[in-house]
């Protein structure tokens, strides 16, 4: 019973749900300020989804149709699960397992492979383009996301959320430490590729692919996907805050200090999104690969001579 | 008899998203499009947005005077649109081919290969007739909904 109100209302459906349709506004809102817009209403994205609710499904003709309907209803989920996992372990850290940060970012890689799995189920070409760039992609940032998410893990000597938080509480937030901090700026930039804003909207490329993997789908099971999307607003920078930032803490000071600190994560990608062009897929793995892994190793050495 | 409408409905009137086609335009209206998109107009805040898949849109936006080519493609995309869904035709040319009708390359206007349900004249329309456009656009489809005889869809 818990459980189920544990994923369905607080912290899991409901209530990232309703965080994730404000933060898509706001991103929506503030990319528009920042073109000199005066950007959409703020019950846009959800006016947007029950819109989707109401029309029909397309299924493609060739293709896998089971997998075309099941992949957005399993990102969907992964991400619930790992939003649950990562609010478990703020209010109640001696709840977490051994590997519970290992569990969240393996579940939230899942909606990229949701993408993929979906994108190619529907036979399209241009979705099977975009699944392919989607897959390169996927390799190019996860190695550094890894890398930077192991120095939280070297310097707390513990391989759980709980035990990461532990630590901050008692020594301080790892950001505060230079390997935290170059650490952060790796995790920043892998998340600008994890919530696929600009410049790495590579796989989706509306104007160049017709949404990519995307280009399919219509009615509730795009809804599922635009869903899946807002639910990585808040819960990726909310991971990184964990992770990095001290957490929520346990005062309503700390609360309010940790929506300012989700926020300005948010805010940092929406700038990003907004001053950069979209990058070719080759040039975005060359970043990946070089720059950021360079920057996250660095780090974790840092973190290794205890600095 | 109005009926009451469903949620689903009411959103769909907050957010039209549209898929824009050119038909072999002269593109002065594609052009324009961008002018009510951009800061002066803004359409974002009706909710308005181009989507690049027709299988995503609301509003399937028609410029241009359908050449020989174009024709079966007109209708494959609004073939592929899921519904419901409305069709504006916009611009003298996909109103009633304008200046090219009688030409040997464009043998039929428009509303003669998918419903029409709004037509913006102009050429290029003034991003306020297209935003007028839009508003006639969204009240077709309500009374559609609604289960009203169309009566004026004309602009």
């Known amino acids: ?307 | 008899m109005k009926k009451n409408l469903k949620i689903t409905q009411k959103a769909l009137l907050k957010s039209p998203w549209v898929f824009h086609l050119s038909t072999g335009s002269c593109n002065n209206c594609d052009i324009e499009i961008l002018d009510v998109l951009t800061p002066r107009f803004d359409a974002e805040r009706f909710g308005v947005m181009l989507v690049g898949s027709p299988r995503h849109a609301d509003v399937l936006l028609v410029t241009g005077a359908m050449t020989r080519k174009a024709l079966p493609r007109v209708k494959e995309v609004w073939k592929k649109m899921a519904r419901p869904c409305a069709v504006v035709a916009m611009g003298a040319c996909s109103m009633d081919q304008g200046i090219f009708r009688g030409a040997y390359n464009t043998p039929d206007p428009v509303d003669s290969v998918i419903p029409v349900d709004v037509y913006i004249p102009g050429c290029p329309p003034k991003p306020e007739a297209m935003i007028l456009g839009l508003v006639k656009a969204l009240e077709v489809v309500k009374e559609k909904f609604q289960g009203e005889k169309r009566i004026d869809k004309m602009l």
């Open chain 1, 1 to 307: 019973m818990t459980l189920l109100f544990n994923l369905l209302i607080f912290p899991g459906l409901l209530f990232t749900g309703f965080a994730g349709g404000l933060l898509s506004w706001f991103d929506r809102k503030l990319s528009a300020r920042l073109q000199w817009r005066r950007g959409p209403v703020w019950f846009q994205p959800f006016a947007d989804l029950a819109k989707l609710m109401g029309k029909e499904t397309i299924l493609p003709a060739e293709g896998s149709r089971p997998l075309f309907l099941f992949a957005p209803v399993a990102g969907l989920a992964a991400v619930l699960v790992a939003s649950w996992i990562i609010w478990l372990s703020l209010l109640r850290p001696e709840m977490g397992f051994v590997g519970d940060l290992i569990a969240v970012f393996y579940l939230l890689s899942v909606p990229a492979l949701a993408l993929i799995v979906g994108g190619s189920a529907s036979a399209n070409p241009l979705a099977s383009l975009g699944a392919g760039r989607e897959i390169k992609l996927l390799l190019a940032y996860e190695l550094p996301l890894l890398l930077s998410l192991l120095v939280p893990v070297v310097q707390a000597g513990s391989l759980r959320l709980g035990g990461i938080l532990a630590h901050q509480s008692a020594a301080g937030s790892i950001a505060g430490s230079w390997s935290g901090l170059l650490a952060l700026a790796a995790a920043v930039l892998c998340q600008q590729a994890k919530l696929g804003l600009p410049p790495f909207d590579i796989a989706e490329a509306e104007t160049e692919i017709s949404s990519g993997p995307l280009i399919e789908y219509s009615g509730p099971p795009l809804a599922l996907f635009k869903f899946t999307k807002m639910l990585m607003l808040p819960v990726m920078p909310l991971f990184l805050v964990t992770v990095f930032w001290n957490g929520i803490g346990s005062s309503l000071g700390g609360h309010l200090a940790a929506v300012a600190k989700v926020l300005a994560l948010v805010t940092a990608a929406v700038l990003i999104k907004n001053t950069n062009p979209r990058l070719r897929i080759d040039q975005a793995v060359k970043f990946f690969w070089g720059p950021v892994t360079i920057l996250a190793a660095s780090a974790l050495l840092l973190a290794l001579f205890g600095l």
